[in-house]
């Protein structure tokens, strides 16, 4: 950033080219489509908080992430998100198998293939 004459740190990233980043809700923004704008509003102020500025300026670096801005963006990164409130989505899975029914044995068909030792 100090490459270029003339221009501040803070020109520097104003100057910076912005990405397009056209998400359906803001939590798309950190890969959490349950977010709304209020959560991520609140994690940004509280990462702002943390930092040591000002947390009324959290709308503001939201609009600028939605907007594309890398600066805005690269800090959304580093937010401390709350835990997600809506189900996983996982397939049901049987623990223990049904005995086949041509076993006469009672013992399972894949135990004929462990040793265990025999």
């Known amino acids: 950033m100090g490459e270029r004459p ?3 740190a803070d020109d520097a990233i104003t100057a910076l080219p912005r990405t ?12 959490r489509p349950d ?8 994690a940004i102020a509280e990462r702002l908080r943390f930092e ?16 594309g801005r890398r600066v805005a ?10 835990a997600p409130r809506v189900p996983l989505t996982m397939p049901i ?10 076993d006469v044995q009672g013992s399972s068909s ?3 293939f462990v040793s265990f030792g025999r």
């Open 35 to 42: 977010l709304g704008s209020k959560a991520m509003v609140e």
């Open 110 to 112: 894949w135990l004929r």
């Open 73 to 82: 963006v690269a800090f959304m990164r580093r937010l401390v998100l709350p």
């Open 20 to 31: 397009t980043v056209s998400p359906s809700t803001p939590g798309m923004l950190v890969g």
């Open 93 to 102: 899975q049987a623990i223990l198998r049904e005995a086949p029914a041509n």
């Open 52 to 67: 040591g500025r000002n947390p009324e300026h959290a709308p503001g670096v939201l609009k600028a992430a939605l907007d």
């Open 6 to 8: 003339g221009l501040s």
